[in-house]
């Protein structure tokens, strides 16, 4: 962890989301954040912006490793055949 709080497991199931090695991207300009927010306007009357940081370290001890990652673009489902779900199941 970050903080240097090592966790022990048996088995892990890491879900890295859009944060790991993530990019903003605002018309031409690209930079490194999570997320993009934007939270109450201020007394001039714009917005305040608050950028949550990419998860990079995560990203580095995953490649330093030499697990496989991949990316979805955002907002892109995975898609499942339903030839392929037990209805009956569920």
């Known amino acids: 962890m970050q903080d240097g709080v090592m966790l022990k497991s048996k088995s892990v199931v890491l879900t890295t989301g859009t944060f790991l090695s993530a990019t903003c991207h605002i018309g031409q300009e690209v930079f490194p954040?999570?997320?993009f927010m934007r939270?109450?306007?201020a007394e001039d009357g714009d917005p305040q912006i608050?950028?949550?940081p990419p998860s990079n370290a995560l990203a580095q001890s995953i490649k330093r490793l030499n697990f496989p990652i991949g990316r979805l673009r955002t907002g892109t489902p995975p898609r499942l055949s339903k030839k392929t779900i037990n209805y009956d199941g569920l």
Do not use: I, Q
């Open 39 to 41: 939270s109450k306007p």
């Open 33 to 35: 954040a999570g997320r």
């Open 50 to 52: 608050k950028l949550e």
